[in-house]
């Protein structure tokens, strides 16, 4: 959380000055602090959020303070430790220095002195804190400090406070474990509650086993794979691999490393002497390669009993460590809590959460207005944001967690999840989530339904087509079905209620009706199937594999934000039973519309909060036209002498987007038809009839000032477009610039209606540009630094511009088209359309001296996102009522 250093400046003013951050762990983010009391640097330790949530903070801190006492040259000692609203903080020296994982990762091998040395000043602070009842539990390379050369191990007592606290038992509700996988004992593995010092013995084992060969005894690409090893397989042979290492080195070496405790060391102190024993020999065969076949051990028939059993019991285990590595109750808790991802005002704020329940992806828009990816691994605290994903959207990570598609107004793309470069699996947008198969392939949304785009770059395949006879006019938010028989489908039907949840045969391509009145649908592996109503999560149980739906729809989450228009929801579950919503009242702030000068300074224009959107001021400054966001998108009127508002559209779909008539007495305005088309409505409600009607979506954002054109964005299989066409609906349309590949929005027309402004990303970036409005000649970049929004003020002399939540000016010749240096007027946080992607959150008089804008008010502590671990657990008891 990015105020929690600001929360604990405040609360530890007088104790501790926080300096900067050091690092963040799977546990805590490290800050350094200077100690007031004793003029000195620490290392200031605040447990993560979710952790503190799940283990209890007064209960972690009582037993944290046991290991308090402990005061040991290689013990790093623990000076004090605190809760602050609910965080949960530490305080340990700072050690000037690296951790072993640092010097590790800079040699590999460390040599054989330097690696006993350490082991062993290791091993003598284990036996001075197993001599005082404590057990550290999470040995590895990143808990052992070197200072001056000499080890220092940190966190003591932490694991032990988290496995004694009431989370000790949940903590795979955080996604983290008490144990590393590379270092855990098999019994960690297996979680067993009582651990003893032979836990730590074999820790300090797989540590120096590190330090010898340069890689931990077990490896994987999974945890699970390497758990398994640890149970079931034997250590290669440390002199096979480097022959300096003496013999006796490797038989303690492997001693510490045996599957059952009895047969390690009885203590660290054991250990230790036995690296220094020269004269000691080992009766143990070496091991080959790396496997516990029990016919090539000596001592078969015994010792295979044994390890025939630890197989059993890992593959009793495996299923279970996919949720964790510590032994929970079979029905954990559900456990809340919130973070901020963004200010409201952006689209539908589409999720992503990858299979593990650990990583979650999504929209924002910078301070510049450029959207783009962001994403929290909720091992830490912070969103960090993916680059190279600008203008992306819809993300959607596949099976294996390596991967993550967006979409683009240009493409669908896909970017690997740890970094790199972005490449396009369409050749055009989608403005739609895609839907991952099992093999990589890639399930688009197109204009006349779902298209199936081979992991092996083939020929896309079309996969459904749109009922006409059902007046379906879209197939969206597709979702791959666990089996990979099926994908299910939203099918967008006029009206919208009458759209329902489909599933389609990857095979036959036969589709299967599955949910009426339902929208974006969510797969839950206990059995159920997702969908959005209302602002709620319903559930039904489902069978993916006959695509069977059985019993009622009960509502399971309520409070989730869905998009007006198309039901778009905000929400997302993981296969392991990690939910991620975004609050509807959260998200839905109260807005207002406000006049604001040049200086910024605010006064209300309409008198009362609502859901506002796209305010338009009529020429003769009487009226405002206002779209209500909430229940349903309607255009309303608002009387600016007699303070009065009124309904002005009545349309069975959706309303919004009104731009005045130079009369002031009629506007054109966006109507549900069911794509997005433009009509014009006399201001008393008299007239409503058709001014532009194609197959794609359009919004209409300037008319000329002789009334005879109206300038729009049309939205295209390639991206977005401006076109002009003629008000009295004759002609046919024609595009600004024909030749265009940019994405392009918010045309206006200048008042002599000589030029044509507009925000383009020819560059990758949105700037405005200008161009002739009948399309000679070449384009004029206006905006410096990226901008939105034009509108043309003083008789054409000059723009203004939305960069952000910066209004900017920039002077213009009208004859030329040449403009001067932009300035920044004032910053006001303004709100979109709140689903329209065409925002119009101001307007501006003729002057240039008032604008009219809608903005959020502001809530202190609004939470945004909201994150629900073990959700199955909560999911379960509600389907059984």
Do not use: C
């Not at 999470?138 to 009431?166: C, M, Q, T, W």
Request: proline share 7%.
């Amino acid at each position: 959380m990015a105020d929690v250093p600001a929360r604990l400046t405040a609360a530890l003013a007088d104790r501790y000055r926080i300096e900067r951050e050091l690092g963040a762990g799977g546990m805590a983010t490290v800050y350094l602090a200077h100690d007031l009391k004793h003029d000195r640097k620490v290392a200031l330790k605040v447990l993560r959020p979710e952790l503190s949530a799940v283990i209890g903070g007064e209960r972690f801190l009582a037993e944290i303070k046991t290991t308090a006492n402990l005061q040991h040259p290689h013990i790093l000692a623990l000076f004090d430790s605190g809760e602050v609203d609910g965080t949960v903080f530490y305080v340990m020296p700072y050690v000037e220095g690296e951790s072993l994982r640092d010097r590790l990762n800079r040699e590999k091998q460390l040599p054989v002195d330097d690696a006993l040395r350490i082991a062993s000043e290791v091993a003598d602070a284990l036996e001075y804190a197993h001599g005082h009842g404590v057990i550290h539990r999470d040995i590895k390379p990143e808990n052992v400090l070197l200072h001056g050369g000499h080890a220092l191990v940190a966190d003591f007592g932490i694991a032990l406070a988290v496995s004694r606290s009431d989370g000790g038992t949940r903590m795979t509700e955080t996604g983290m474990s008490l144990g590393t996988p590379h270092y855990m004992s098999p019994e960690q593995a297996m979680g067993e509650r009582e651990i003893t010092p032979a836990a730590d013995v074999y820790a300090l084992g797989a540590m120096l086993y590190e330090m010898l060969v340069g890689d931990p005894p077990f490896t994987g690409s999974t945890a699970q794979a390497i758990v398994a090893k640890v149970l079931t397989a034997a250590p290669a042979s440390v002199t096979q691999q480097r022959h300096t290492v003496p013999p006796h080195v490797e038989a303690a070496v492997l001693k510490a490393l045996e599957k059952l405790p009895a047969d390690r060391f009885a203590s660290a102190a054991q250990f230790a002497a036995a690296l220094g024993d020269t004269t000691a020999v080992s009766n143990r065969p070496a091991p080959r390669d790396g496997s516990m076949d029990a016919a090539r051990t000596a001592g078969a028939s015994g010792r295979a009993a044994v390890v025939g059993a630890v197989a059993v019991a890992a593959a009793l285990a495996l299923g279970w460590l996919l949720r964790g590595w510590v032994q929970r109750p079979a029905e954990p808790a559900p456990v809340r809590f919130t973070f901020d991802i963004g200010h409201p005002g952006l689209e539908t704020p589409m999720l992503a959460i990858s299979a593990d329940g650990r990583r979650i992806a999504m929209q924002v828009e910078d301070s510049a207005g450029a959207d783009h990816l962001v994403e929290r691994d909720l091992a830490t605290t912070a969103l960090r944001t993916i680059p190279g994903t600008d203008g992306g959207d819809y993300p959607q990570y596949s099976p294996d967690g390596r991967w993550l598609a967006y979409a683009t107004t240009a493409s669908v793309r896909r970017i690997p999840v740890g970094g790199g470069t972005s490449t396009a699996v369409t050749d055009s947008g989608s403005n739609n989530a895609a839907a991952w198969l099992a093999d990589g392939s890639l399930i688009v949304a197109g204009e006349r339904g779902l298209i199936e785009f081979p992991a092996a770059r083939g020929h896309p395949l079309p996969l459904t087509h749109l009922d006409t006879a059902r007046h379906e006019f879209r197939h969206w938010n597709p979702l791959a079905l666990p089996g990979g028989r099926a994908v299910v489908f939203t099918a967008y039907a006029t009206p919208v209620t009458r759209s329902r949840i489909e599933a389609v045969d990857l095979q036959s391509h036969e589709i299967t009706p599955l949910v009426d009145d339902a929208m974006f649908a969510q797969y839950a592996t206990p059995g159920y199937l997702l969908f959005m109503r209302d602002q709620t999560i319903f559930a039904v149980r489902f069978d993916p594999a006959s695509l069977k739906i059985s019993g009622t729809p009960t509502p399971v989450q309520g409070d989730v934000y869905q998009q007006v228009d198309d039901g778009l929801g905000s929400f997302a579950v993981s296969p392991n039973g990690t939910l991620v919503y975004v609050s509807a009242q959260a998200w839905n702030v109260p807005r207002e519309v406000v006049w604001v000068d040049r200086d910024g300074h605010a006064t209300r224009a309409l008198p009362d909060t609502g859901s506002w959107a796209e305010p338009r001021l009529s020429p003769d400054g009487r009226w405002i036209a206002v779209t209500q966001v909430a229940p349903k998108k309607t255009v309303l009127l608002y009387d600016v002498t007699r303070k009065l508002l009124t309904g002005l559209t009545h349309a069975p779909g959706v309303a919004f987007n009104a731009v005045w008539m130079p009369d002031s007495r009629h506007l054109i305005y966006d109507f549900e038809t069911p794509q997005f088309d433009l009509h014009e409505i006399a201001a008393d409600g008299t007239s409503d009839t058709a001014v532009v009607s194609t197959p794609l979506d359009k919004y209409a954002t300037s008319i000329s000032s002789d009334g005879r054109l109206v300038a729009y964005t049309e939205e295209t299989s390639t991206g977005s477009r401006i076109t002009i066409a003629q008000t009295d609906g004759r002609g046919a349309p024609r595009a600004l610039d024909p030749k265009s590949r940019s994405d392009e929005r918010e045309p206006a027309f200048s008042p002599d209606g000589r030029w044509i402004a507009y925000a383009s990303n020819p560059n990758g970036r949105y700037d405005v540009l200008l161009r002739a409005a009948d399309g000679s000649g070449g384009r004029h970049q206006i905006s410096v630094d990226g901008g939105t929004e034009p509108r043309w003020t003083r008789g054409g002399r000059e723009l203004v511009y939305r960069r952000g939540t910066a209004m900017m000016a920039v002077p213009i010749n009208p004859a030329t088209g040449d403009a001067g240096t932009p300035v920044m007027l004032f910053n006001e946080p303004v709100v979109g359309s709140a689903g329209n992607e065409r925002d119009v959150t101001y307007d501006v008089t003729p002057d240039g001296n008032r604008f009219l804008m809608v903005r959020p008010v502001q809530r202190a502590g609004m939470p945004t996102a909201v994150v629900v671990l073990n959700w199955f657990t909560e999911l379960r008891e509600k389907m059984k009522q």
